[in-house]
T-cell receptor, first 113, second 111 residues
Framework: GAVVSQHPSRVICKSGTSVKIECRSL??????MFWYRQFPKQSLMLMAT?????????EQGVEKDKFLINHASLTLSTLTVTSAHPEDSSFYIC?????????FGPGTRLTVT | EDQVTQSPEALRLQEGESSSLNCSYT??????LFWYRQDPGKGPEFLFT???AGEEKEKERLKATLTKKESFLHITAPKPEDSATYLC????????????FGTGTRLQVFP
């Protein structure tokens, strides 16, 4: 079946550093991937849509200079949190669609100290 | 405004006690409605897709149904391992790939 992977699953970084999260579609190609953020006991909040070969589309209120997205191939999208601060600590989840059905990665827990 | 609302927010069931979770939606041009299961600290796991009113899908103890305004996730004789948060999401219109998520129902099944 369709599988979406993320790496790393957990990351702890110091305030001011940058962190890269990878999202891969393992057995299908995805021209579009999605990045979500989830706070404890809340639902998923769409941050941006990652488009292969073109610029990402960001949701209102999401800083594109802070959350850099690169969709370098049909199976890989990366999210880089630049100059991370404690308020960026969260659970980040990516998604890719196989035909009509969105599949989600296992998530990345980011903790900024 | 397009919106997805899930109820109840939390549900506690005794093992074997069947119940239903509700997902109400107001979107223009529904392309699909999706149910996911999410365990703590993990990404959502795909359960069902429903496309048109009257459609039903079944998997083990779960059955999803769809009307023009809402979807139900029926859980028959639940077991403790069914404990999770169940998320509903809709794919809206034909001009966007964005999912609109409900806030989820946290289900706890006690032995």
């Amino acid at each position: 079946g369709a599988v979406v992977s993320q790496h790393p699953s957990r990351v702890i970084c110091k305030s001011g550093t940058s962190v890269k999260i990878e999202c891969r579609s393992l057995d299908f190609q995805a021209t579009t991937m999605f990045w979500y953020r989830q706070f404890p006991k809340q639902s998923l909040m769409l941050m941006a849509t990652s488009n292969e070969g073109s610029k990402a589309t960001y949701e209102q209120g999401v800083e594109k200079d802070k959350f850099l997205i690169n969709h370098a191939s049909l199976t890989l999208s990366t999210l880089t949190v630049t100059s991370a601060h404690p308020e960026d600590s969260s659970f980040y989840i990516c998604s890719a669609r196989l035909v009509a059905e969105p599949y989600f990665g296992p998530g990345t827990r980011l903790t900024v100290t | 405004e397009d919106q997805v609302t899930q109820s109840p927010e939390a549900l506690r069931l005794q093992e074997g006690e069947s119940s239903s979770l509700n997902c109400s939606y107001t979107v223009s041009g529904l392309r699909g409605l999706f149910w996911y299961r999410q365990d703590p600290g993990k990404g959502p796991e795909f359960l069902f897709t429903l496309y048109s009113a009257g459609e039903e899908k079944e998997k083990e103890r779960l059955k999803a149904t769809l009307t023009k305004k809402e979807s139900f996730l029926h859980i028959t004789a639940p077991k403790p391992e069914d404990s999770a948060t169940y998320l509903c999401a809709v794919l809206q219109s034909y001009n966007t790939d964005k999912l609109i998520f409900g806030t989820g129902t946290r289900l706890q099944v006690f032995p």
